[in-house]
């Protein structure tokens, strides 16, 4: 049985080059063997950068070769579907960038495709392994802070040039919500450990996009999650639950050097944590399950669910009603 999983990139996107090339390096399991790109000098270019043995001029040549073993797809939001489908049909892994989908019918179509050719697929979302998240989650598990009734997750930050970035563009499913709501969404889900019921936003449009999005979701026993996406904004990211006894409040969700505050009644206490980088957790876990044809942390059908309270928020701030979240 091999000993590493070598990957092939789809696409030179810079999440990419920039997160998950020095995960692979720093640890034991992963290798990115391939990049790909739909012209072969930008390919060998980057390649020739990173230090990556094999540059293809298609994203079709890196599924066809017979030494890759998994594929990272970081394509823009509209292509993960076809792209995945397309990998776990040539038999390959997939880490596939968050969102999913864009789309319910797109994510059962991609969780079918790999089910079909007995391949893993795993959402890539990082911020759920970090430690404060987890936290979080294990803390509202235990009732520390009474009976759950509101939970608050914002990520906002603000894109320089809305001609060019793929996610101020419609037809590449761009759009805050997709982008950044994704985030707040899979954290309420994760912390909670519950899935919404209902949901209900409003939206403001740019560009033929949602640059701000902001949105309720109603879980099982009336708590309500508040979300705030938006790429208009200064940097936020930050996630907080209220109980009946006392909050717990999560400053950064992304960064692995963090603290949680928690505050019950009149008593404030503080937890530091000081976690290893995400994408390397990630990666490293990604790899294992290959290895070990092991079962993923968070199957395929978790990035379905996200995707699925996703739509219907969209729907409520297309439609200013309520909107049930299909199950």
Same mark, same amino acid.
């Given at each position: ?8 990139? /789809? ?5 990419? /080059? ?56 970081? /394509? ?22 968050? $969102? ?54 914002? !990520? ?15 037809? %590449?499913?761009?759009?805050? !919500? ?17 899935? $919404? ?15 701000? %999005?902001?949105? %309720? ?65 990630? %990666? ?14 968070? $199957?395929?059908?978790?990035? !379905? ?7 219907? /928020? ?14």
């Amino acid at each position: 049985m091999p000993d590493i999983v070598r990957y092939g990139i /789809l696409s030179t996107a810079q999440i990419a /080059l920039n997160r998950h090339l020095p995960a692979a390096q720093a640890i034991g399991n992963s290798e990115i063997a391939a990049i790909s790109s739909r012209d072969q000098a930008k390919a060998e270019a980057s390649a020739a950068q990173y230090g990556i043995a094999k540059a293809y001029g298609s994203y079709q040549a890196v599924l066809d070769d017979p030494e890759i073993d998994a594929i990272i797809n970081p /394509l823009p939001n509209s292509r993960h579907c076809e792209w995945t489908v397309k990998a776990a049909q040539a038999g390959k892994h997939i880490l596939c960038e968050k $969102p999913l989908a864009v789309t319910v019918a797109q994510a059962r179509q991609m969780i079918d495709a790999a089910r079909a050719n007995g391949v893993l697929l795993v959402e890539a979302f990082t911020h759920r392994l970090n430690p404060q998240l987890q936290c979080a989650r294990r803390l509202v598990q235990q009732g520390e802070i009474g009976e759950v009734k509101l939970a608050r997750a914002e !990520l906002t930050f603000g894109i320089r040039d809305w001609a060019t970035d793929v996610r101020a563009q419609k037809k %590449l499913g761009g759009g805050a !919500l997709l982008d950044a709501g994704c985030y707040c969404v899979s954290a309420v889900r994760f912390v909670l450990n519950a899935e $919404p019921v209902a949901a209900q936003a409003f939206q403001h449009l740019r560009n033929g996009v949602d640059a701000t %999005l902001a949105g %309720l979701l109603r879980f099982p026993g009336d708590h309500v999650a508040y979300i705030a996406a938006g790429m208009e904004e200064p940097f936020r990211c930050v996630l907080e639950v209220v109980g009946s006894h006392g909050a717990i409040r999560v400053p950064n969700m992304f960064d692995e050097q963090a603290t949680v505050y928690i505050a019950i009644g009149n008593d404030e206490r503080e937890e530091t944590f000081s976690g290893p980088d995400r994408f390397q957790v990630q %990666l490293e876990r990604f790899s294992s399950c290959i290895l070990q044809g092991k079962a993923p942390e968070f $199957p395929p059908t978790d990035g !379905l669910k996200n995707v699925a309270a996703l739509q219907a /928020l969209k729907q409520a701030a297309e439609s200013g009603s309520l909107v049930e979240v299909p199950s």
